[in-house]
């Protein structure tokens, strides 16, 4: 959730700290801080809100350094203020940033207080700056500082630390949260994300579970988590710094609503020979192992939650395996039961939420035999900790609702059906019809876009409204789900989702004519039941916005507005259908002026419970 950046270099690192920060804007936060050393004193400056207002601040009072950390914050322990703000400092001397949660930090401060030392913030960072000064009065350096302290610390942390006595220094720390080290010349950065550092560098090595780096103008050293000196693999990225800009859009959701074809034409590439998939694209052992389970477990959060109930119906329908899915945060506390030969689907955009991660180390000890992790970062804690890690290949998603990754996850998820199916009930006949859909794919996409202008007019219905019900059924209505996710996340609306057959069972109590009620309507085998759904909310004067399919006749109905959506296979309709309601929820956030790319009190990446 927090943002990371911090550098050394032969050169006034403020600029590059501030652009930074901007680039990890979308990551979600309420203020901004950095902090460098010069004349071996720390100069800090933070400001709630926007990055631009430390910037603003900046140029009122500048400051300047070689070596310096910088910190976007989203509250979790204290108010968004000032005196909350990232970089916490202790003794004039010691200065660090935080991402992630200490979970005994109320103890720590309790001891703090007795040993004398005076808390500004309300945060649970400060106590780590006062754990680092206190530790440097034991010890002979101040990386035998670092390593004392956090052995103090217990929950997540990545750390960036500055002290003013070793001037030339800048020391980082992982645990539970990423970060990256961005190699550059004559310089060295980290950051929470490569997409800060891009400007500087396109060379990049990532932190390990338990790393600490101390990093020099002309040195770095990297210690694992048993203390050893260890080389890391420096990796080039393949994004440019364009990558992140919006260009010609005026939102990075809409940029990235309108990428989803190139997305899903990458998430194919490489991965078919002769419109035949190749297993080995999916992993080195993934023949193997799809040869041995018997049951799929599913843990996600958020949208990829929603897209592991679509992928539930296709594991279970198409391929014949019983698959099972929960969010992550309750499948780690239920004392789960696994099957034997079970293999762990776990789903997230970043690779690095908090809770998805922990379901999957849950999973394990709990005997789970395989793991195979879906994101969109190769070297996420996610995918170093499954067995297989299938890549989605979004490209950088900047929008905190997420829209590319969602289709990209949806589309992994049927190239798992295929391959595991085929050890099931899926028949070549039934594969090769899901494999001709999903090479459709790319241009149904761009057909559904031409809707974009359609779908805008239809938005002014919400400028006034409330609440919103969406209804689906089947694989459908886990895409209500995420079009009910969506509307709510980023215009604010109360927006709820549910199987249209359960219309009777109490939401038929909340119809009314100021009530919107959208539906989408394939032409499947549950068309029919649908439809009687849809003269249920009719009937008693609600207001339905129906997406149907091109095909289909539609009866004159005061109550009901058509909006035609492109002809498609059963198999992949799902994830046509999601493209409109990802327009909808866009277009009705512009219409109530609320920040798009950055809705309140929500963050890209939940690194933390």
């Not at 968004?80 to 930090?105: D, K, L």
């Not at 750390?159 to 003013?164: A, C, E, Y």
């Not at 990796?235 to 364009?242: G, I, M, N, W, Y």
Request: charged share 20%; hydrophobic share 45%; glycine share 6%.
């Amino acid at each position: 959730m927090c943002g990371i950046v911090a550098g050394i270099a032969q050169r006034n690192v403020v600029p590059i700290l501030l652009e930074g920060l901007k680039r990890l804007e979308y990551r979600g936060y309420d203020s901004a801080g950095l902090a460098v050393i010069n004349n071996q004193q720390i100069h800090r400056k933070r400001a709630v809100g926007k990055v631009n207002a430390l910037a603003e601040l900046l140029v009122a009072e500048p400051i300047n350094g070689t070596i310096g950390i910088a910190h976007t914050r989203w509250a979790t322990h204290g108010v968004p203020s000032t005196a909350n703000a990232h970089p916490h400092v202790s003794g004039n001397q010691i200065a660090v940033v935080h991402n992630g949660i200490i979970e005994n930090y109320e103890q720590l401060k309790s001891i703090q207080l007795q040993k004398g030392y005076v808390f500004t913030s309300e945060t649970d960072t400060e106590v780590i700056a006062h754990e680092l000064f206190d530790a440097i009065t034991h010890t002979d350096s101040f990386l035998s500082a670092v390593k004392l302290a956090i052995k103090n610390l217990t929950g997540a942390y990545a750390l960036g630390i500055v002290n003013s006595a070793a001037p030339d220094t800048l020391i980082a720390c992982r645990k539970g949260s990423p970060l990256v080290i961005g190699v550059g010349i004559g310089e060295y950065f980290i950051a929470s994300d490569v997409a800060a550092l891009l400007p500087v560098t396109q060379r990049f090595i990532f932190l390990e579970e338990g790393d600490i780096a101390v990093i020099a103008i002309d040195e770095l050293l990297i210690y694992d988590i048993n203390d050893q000196l260890v080389q890391r693999p420096i990796k080039e990225s393949q994004l440019t710094a364009d990558a992140v800009d919006k260009g010609e859009y005026r939102h990075y959701m809409l940029k990235e609503i309108f990428e989803q074809p190139y997305a899903v034409t990458q998430t194919l590439e490489g991965r078919f020979v002769n419109r035949r998939l190749q297993e080995g694209s999916l992993g080195h052992n993934a023949t193997q192992i799809f040869d041995d389970i018997k049951a799929i477990q599913i843990v996600a959060c958020g949208t990829s939650y929603h897209a592991g109930l679509v992928a539930r119906y296709w594991f279970e329908e198409l391929a014949g395996i019983s698959c099972n899915i929960e969010v992550a945060s309750e499948f780690r506390y239920r004392n789960p039961i696994l099957v034997d030969n079970t293999l762990i689907i776990t789903i997230s955009q970043s690779g690095e939420t908090a809770d998805t991660l922990a379901a999957l180390i849950e999973a394990k000890k709990l005997g789970a035999k395989y793991s195979l992790a879906i994101c969109n970062v190769a070297e996420s804690s996610l995918a170093r900790e499954s067995d297989l890690a299938l890549m989605t290949r979004a490209g950088p998603e900047i929008g905190v609702a997420s829209t590319k990754a969602f289709t990209t996850q949806l589309v992994s998820l049927l190239l798992l059906v295929i391959a595991i199916g085929r050890r099931f009930k899926l028949t070549e006949v039934a594969e090769e019809k899901i494999t001709d859909e999903l090479f459709s794919l790319p241009g149904k996409i761009e057909k559904v876009l031409l809707l974009n202008k359609e779908v805008k007019c239809l938005s002014e219905q919400f400028a006034e409204k409330q609440h919103t019900l969406f209804l689906g059924r089947g694989t459908h209505y886990p895409i209500a789900m995420e079009g009910a996710l969506k509307l709510k996340e980023i215009s604010y609306i109360h927006a709820e989702a549910y199987p249209a057959g359960e219309l009777k069972h109490g939401p038929l109590a909340l119809i009314d004519a100021d009530m919107p009620i959208i539906t989408v309507a394939p032409n499947n085998s549950l068309l029919e039941k649908l439809k009687s759904n849809i003269h249920e909310v009719s009937a008693r004067g609600g207001q339905l916005i129906v997406f149907m399919d091109e095909t289909l006749h539609a009866e004159d109905d005061a109550n009901v507005q058509i909006v035609k959506v492109p002809q498609v296979g059963n198999t992949i309709s799902p994830i046509i259908y999601t493209i409109p309601l990802q327009l909808l929820s866009y277009h009705v956030a512009v219409l109530k002026g609320t920040d798009v790319d950055q809705p309140r009190n929500l963050a890209k990446s939940v690194t933390v419970e």
